[in-house]
DNA sequence: TAATAAAGCTAATAACTTTTAGCTTTATTA
DNA sequence: TAATAAAGCTAAAAGTTATTAGCTTTATTA
């Protein structure tokens, strides 16, 4: 990986941590293994990383929420509903970078319009609409009961980011975490799903 | 006001806009009308104002949230059930003080076990062991389906919780999250209130 | 291989931030 | 009202941080 990108990444792992304010240029220089003015060979200056980063957040972002690739086959019954809806769960918890993105925007969303939207798409938006897709095929295919399918991904979803984002903070409680929202999600699919 | 107590209310405006880091004790001081050496007359120094400060959101919080005062007489219908929890979620979010000690929080959650701890039951326990009282109470009364009143609560206040903090940092976007937020209180009581 | 460009380093600057020292004014109270 | 304490101020210390200048090493390429 080149040294540009290593700058980046382990930014991002410091302001992911420490906040931007937080984080001298000095110890983004040390993670990578250089001095602090080596830097600015690569870059005009720290909020010149910070915007480089932002912008590499949204393509990120892209890629796991933007396409509808991600949805791949939709579930064909409750359990696989709850399976593929927990996997996601653990995938976007877990992934490293998915996990610093998400603790960046979370800290430095109110730094400018532009953070405040991106921290909104990524909190609301995205997630939303990628269920509300899902939710609307098995609504088509009989699963779900007739409903609002973007309020239903609404109340799936919610409660969801707002334990991951608790785990984020509190990864101690990571296992009661993960089970909380299995239990919600189980009953999401009790109240809204067809059938016993 | 005291001036310690106008220190602690102007260091607060400025933590909740622009983060901890991104404020300076001379930026506290010009907002009080006083000169930053002036502050140490009152605080040990800044990490002392921040302290206080957590002390203080706690005490403030426990007042709102920790007692059963704020649940009232419980609603006697579905639109009463309706009215009170907007009204609750206005008061939330326009109350100066309360919005300022969450913008903080979110900023902050990352910085000491303690502000993790204090996030969290902001954000979720808080809200909602108040709305799994009313539930619970109402269930009772024969308003709602039995159920497990943690979950109903659960299902009922995250997704406020995620347009509350929206609006904190779109607050642009208010109207519309207003209507957002109702249209899922209303829906919340489609589904798990009994009759029609 | 020689020339050139890229990427690193050290040293230093300049600006900023928090905090202390010491003095002055204001308020309290005996 | 005189004495004392509290709260303010200016000046400056001490430390940190981002950035620049200029030199050296490493890599590229002609």
Redesign the pocket.
């Known amino acids: 990986m080149?040294?540009?990108d290593r700058i980046l990444e382990e930014a991002l792992t410091l302001f992911a941590e420490k906040g931007y304010d937080g984080?001298?240029?000095?110890?983004i220089?040390e993670a990578v293994?250089?001095?602090?003015?080596?830097?600015?060979?690569?870059f005009?200056?720290?909020?010149d990383i910070l915007n480089t980063i932002i912008d590499s957040a949204e393509v990120r972002y892209d890629e796991y929420f933007g396409s509808d690739r991600n949805i791949g086959r939709l579930p064909g019954n409750k359990e696989q509903f709850v399976q593929m809806a927990m996997k996601k769960v653990s995938f976007t918890m877990h992934d490293p970078m998915i996990q610093k993105i998400r603790k960046f925007l979370v800290q430095e969303q109110f730094r400018s319009e532009r953070l405040a939207e991106i921290t909104t798409r990524h909190q609301l938006d995205g997630i939303q609409r990628m269920y509300t897709r899902i939710i609307e095929g098995m609504m088509n295919e009989g699963w779900f009961k007739k409903d609002d399918p973007v309020l239903l991904a609404t109340e799936l979803t919610a409660p969801v980011v707002l334990l991951i984002s608790k785990a984020d903070r509190q990864p101690q409680c990571e296992k009661e975490i993960l089970e909380s929202i299995e239990k919600h999600i189980r009953h999401f699919c009790e109240v809204y799903m067809k059938g016993v």
């Open positions: 080149s040294t540009k984080t001298g240029v000095d110890q220089a293994g250089i001095k602090a003015p080596s830097l600015y060979k690569h005009k200056g720290k909020e």
